[in-house]
Nanobody, 123 residues
Framework: QVQLVESGGGLVQAGGSLRLSCAAS????????VAWFRQAPGKEREFVAA????????VYANSVKGRFTISRDNASNTVYLQMISLKPEDTAVYYC????????????????WGQGTQVTVSS
């Protein structure tokens, strides 16, 4: 079992920045690939970014490429999502998810999820 807890969300104006954190506990975190997803009201959960268990590879949704950066610190069991140039359409609940096998895939491919953190971007 891996427990994931997101933090760092909040209200920010368009053009602003936030850094989300995903703190893990339980089994060896460095064995898990991690991804960020988000879900806006009335919409399906969508992929945002993913990072391999070593941190050596990352991938981003086109909508956030160039603005968001995913990183991890396995020593502190934490994955980060740095978000800059935020837009109102980035407003959503952001979730981190972990998988032993899948590093980039559908949400159903991930075994463990956090409770989410709200990000609201005002125009």
């Amino acid at each position: 079992q891996v427990q994931l807890v997101e933090s760092g969300g909040g209200l920010v104006q368009a053009g602003g920045s936030l850094r989300l954190s995903c703190a893990a506990s339980g089994r060896t975190f460095s064995n898990y690939h991690v991804a960020w997803f988000r879900q806006a009201p009335g919409k399906e959960r969508e992929f945002v970014a993913a990072i391999t268990k070593s941190g050596g590879s990352t991938v981003y949704a086109n909508s956030v490429k160039g603005r968001f950066t995913i990183s991890r610190d396995n020593a502190s069991n934490t994955v980060y999502l740095q978000m800059i140039s935020l837009k109102p359409e980035d407003t959503a609940v952001y979730y981190c998810a972990a998988s032993l096998v899948t590093w980039y895939g559908r949400s159903t491919s991930y075994d463990y999820w956090g409770q989410g953190t709200q990000v609201t971007v005002s125009s």
